[in-house]
């Protein structure tokens, strides 16, 4: 792995004890009704497998993968399904698990195509939120952590599809030009 110069943002411990105090409100949330975790490939992976384990509720998971058009299409929010979801959503109550929201075009175009398929509910989850990143107006119900515009890897977020093993999450410094501007 490419040693680039980071340092650490959040530490294992403080998301471990954010995950389990956003389980606890998930769960208050649901009452007790079956919930369906939609976990947005790949970054969220993580985030996912550490937050089904605290809901005290009946719990499904599937996945789901997407990617955007690129930068000249990016201010539509078209988004392409990469991977689509195994079985319908129609009557379920559906909990959008993200890693991040940053423009907002991701969730906003996922919140539009699953409720086109009508669940019972929709609601978003996200571990981090950038809120300064903003193109369209998204407001997630549960939220870990809002943080300032830095660009940030671990914990299932990536640089060029590296750094997503490492347990906490750390801010990239961009050096000699390696860390591209985003979007
Ligand atoms: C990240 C993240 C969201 C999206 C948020 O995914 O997991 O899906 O970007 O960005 P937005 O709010 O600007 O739309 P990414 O495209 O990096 O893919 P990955 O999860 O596979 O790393």
Not at 92 to 112: A, R, S
């Amino acid at each position: 792995m490419k040693n680039i110069n980071r340092e650490e943002l959040l530490s294992a411990a403080e998301i471990a004890r954010r995950v389990k105090e956003l389980a606890a409100e998930i769960t208050a949330a649901y009452g007790g009704r079956r919930v369906l975790l939609v976990c947005v490939l790949k970054g969220a992976v993580v985030f996912a497998s550490d937050l089904m384990r605290y809901l005290d509720l009946p719990v499904e998971i599937d996945f789901m993968a997407v990617s955007s058009y690129g930068s000249e299409t990016a201010t539509s929010g078209a988004v392409r399904i990469l991977k689509d979801l195994d079985s319908s959503i129609q009557g379920k109550e559906l909990l959008i698990v993200e890693d991040i929201v940053d423009t907002g075009l991701t969730l906003d175009y996922l919140c539009k195509n699953l409720l086109s398929r009508k669940p019972a509910s929709l609601k978003v989850v996200t571990l981090l939120d950038k809120p300064a990143r903003r193109k369209v107006e998204f407001i997630p119900d549960f939220c870990g952590f809002e943080i300032p515009d830095y660009f940030v890897v671990g914990y299932g977020l990536d640089y060029n599809q590296d750094y997503r093993q490492l347990p906490g999450i750390h801010i990239l410094h961009p050096e000699k030009g390696e860390l591209q501007p985003e979007g």
